[in-house]
């Protein structure tokens, strides 16, 4: 059997500077979304205090062998987030800790969004999650000369969280 000999296509060269023109515009620096337009909302109170909002979901895998490799299948998803708020009033949390101590395990709903005015064609992201738990409590902390703040760790069910809206192309 004679080997064959193919030549090989020469890939298209990526014009890196018509790229730049097509999408500069559309995709320049005050594009990028801004943080300080941030809301959010629990229990359908607005955070006015808020300092900052993160939330995320894990796939939690299992590893699968398959032959002499290690592959993995997603056998659960884990909510976790946290809220840092620059601490106003109480917000409530006296009578959630009330609540705990009696018993009752409190679920609350969530709606975070972000509406930079410069996102593409004024978009908007905007989630919502309902069963969401908190993970830990700060009671009181404090320091001279520093304004206080509280992170609150939160759980969630990814199950229970949507997307009402989404910065589209």
């Not at 800790?97 to 905007?126: C, T, W, Y």
């Not at 999650?129 to 009671?139: A, C």
Request: glycine content about 6%.
């Amino acid at each position: 059997m004679a080997e064959e000999y193919r030549e090989l296509t020469p890939m298209p060269r990526f014009d890196l500077q018509r790229f730049r023109d097509e999408e500069d515009i559309t995709y320049r620096g005050n594009r990028r979304w801004n943080g300080n337009w941030g809301r959010v909302w629990v229990n359908n109170d607005l955070l006015f205090e808020i300092q900052s909002f993160e939330c995320t979901v894990t796939l939690d895998r299992e590893d699968v062998i398959i032959g002499q490799s290690k592959d993995s299948k997603v056998v659960s998803m884990t909510g976790e987030g946290t809220i840092v708020i620059k601490k106003v009033f109480n917000r409530g949390f006296h009578t959630y800790m009330e609540n705990q101590k009696a018993g009752h395990d409190v679920r609350f709903s969530l709606v975070a969004a972000l509406s930079d005015p410069d996102m593409i064609n004024a978009q908007k992201e905007r989630i919502s999650i309902d069963n969401i738990w908190f993970n830990e409590l700060d009671i009181m902390h404090f320091a001279k000369g520093e304004v206080v703040e509280t992170e609150i760790p939160f759980g969630f069910t990814p199950e229970d969280l949507s997307y009402l809206e989404t910065v589209e192309r």
